[in-house]
T-cell receptor, first 112, second 111 residues
């Protein structure tokens, strides 16, 4: 019973392609996030949704588009992939009130 | 993690205590967190502390907060090989707003 599940776990694709990463949480949390972790393990927030509504949109290229069909799902679509998009992308969810996040196991994206 | 700073590496002998330090700049941080990341895995929340607390203990883990100096530490007693991981310090506000992470401290255990 995975709490926050992401698919796929690994994604290798060519520059210029479009790809999606899916995330689902079964914790009943209201808020979901996408974080990017670079090769130096630095974690940076990209987006946050609360009950399907976008609440955080950091300085992310508009090639990245999140979509939340319901509060249990937050997908990330990336257009025209570039080499610099290679990273591990983590989905997370939170019940709020500062109780921290529950993370998925990550999607390692490699753009060649 | 430009406003949450940690040293990058720590090496300790098995059975000793590990102390991982963190400093932050935003004094309005309400919650401070410690996360653990094992190779190939996501981040696991270890513990968190409210900014009005000085200390929190949970089994082998002790968190100390010096709010005046904006300094947070995580002490792991009797460090075991299974504690090898990257430990992230993070700060957050009172809602589900974003959490800012430090760059992580890689803890390695030597026999």
């Amino acid at each position: 019973d995975t709490a926050v599940s992401q698919t796929p776990k690994y994604l290798v694709t060519q520059m210029g392609n479009d790809k999606s990463i899916k995330c689902e949480q079964n914790l009943g949390h209201d808020t979901m996030y996408w974080y990017k972790q670079d090769s130096k393990k630095f974690l940076k927030i990209m987006f946050s949704y609360n009950n399907k509504e976008l609440i955080i949109n950091e300085t992310v290229p508009n090639r990245f588009s999140p979509k939340s069909p319901d509060k249990a799902h937050l997908n990330l679509h990336i257009n025209s992939l570039e080499l610099g998009d290679s990273a591990v992308y983590f989905c997370a969810s939170s019940p709020g009130q500062g109780r921290g996040y529950t993370f998925g196991s990550g999607t390692r994206l490699t753009v060649v | 993690g430009e406003d949450v700073e940690q040293s990058l590496f720590l090496s300790v002998r098995e059975g000793d205590s590990s102390v991982i330090n963190c400093t932050y700049t935003d004094s309005s941080s309400t919650y401070l967190y410690w996360y653990k990341q094992e190779p190939g895995a996501g981040l696991q929340l270890l513990t968190y502390i409210f900014s009005n607390m000085d200390m929190k203990q949970d089994q082998r883990l002790t968190v100390l907060l010096n709010k005046k100096d904006k300094h947070l530490s995580l002490r792991i007693a009797d460090t075991q090989t299974g504690d090898s991981a990257i430990y992230f310090c993070a700060r957050g506000g009172s809602s589900a707003s974003k959490i800012i992470f430090g760059s992580g401290t890689r803890l390695s255990i030597r026999p």
